[in-house]
């Protein structure tokens, strides 16, 4: 069993940065990809971007490809999200994921999910 917590959501700017945080409890973390999803109001939830379990491979959606990055620190269990240059249309709550195997880009393939933390992004 993993639980994944958020934190780092917020409030800001146009042009604004942000950082996300997920910390995972559970065992094996390394094992995992590890992703963001994320659902802006009225829409369905959609991926954003991951990272494999060992951090040597990641994957981007096309609408955060050169804005956003995603690492991993497999020490503390932890993977983050650096969000640069965020445009209004950003505001979304984000959800971690966790997949035990491969990069998942659908939601189908994720095995655990965390609560989800607020992002709003004023113009």
């Known amino acids: 069993q993993v639980q994944l917590v958020e934190s780092g959501g917020g409030l800001v700017q146009a042009g604004g940065s942000l950082r996300l945080s997920c910390a995972a409890t559970?065992?094996?973390?390394?094992?995992?990809?590890m992703g963001w999803f994320r659902q802006a109001p009225g829409k369905e939830r959609e991926f954003v971007l991951a990272?494999?379990?060992?951090?040597?491979?990641?994957y981007y959606a096309d609408s955060v490809k050169g804005r956003f990055t995603i690492s991993r620190d497999n020490v503390k269990n932890t993977v983050y999200m650096e969000m640069n240059s965020l445009k209004p249309e950003d505001t979304a709550v984000y959800y971690c994921?966790?997949?035990?195997?491969?990069?998942?880009?659908?939601?189908?393939?994720?095995?655990?999910w965390g609560k989800g933390t607020l992002v709003t992004v004023s113009s």
């Open positions: 559970g065992r094996a973390f390394s094992s995992y990809a």
């Open positions: 994921a966790a997949r035990r195997g491969p990069i998942a880009t659908t939601e189908s393939f994720v095995n655990y």
């Open positions: 990272i494999s379990g060992t951090g040597g491979s990641t």
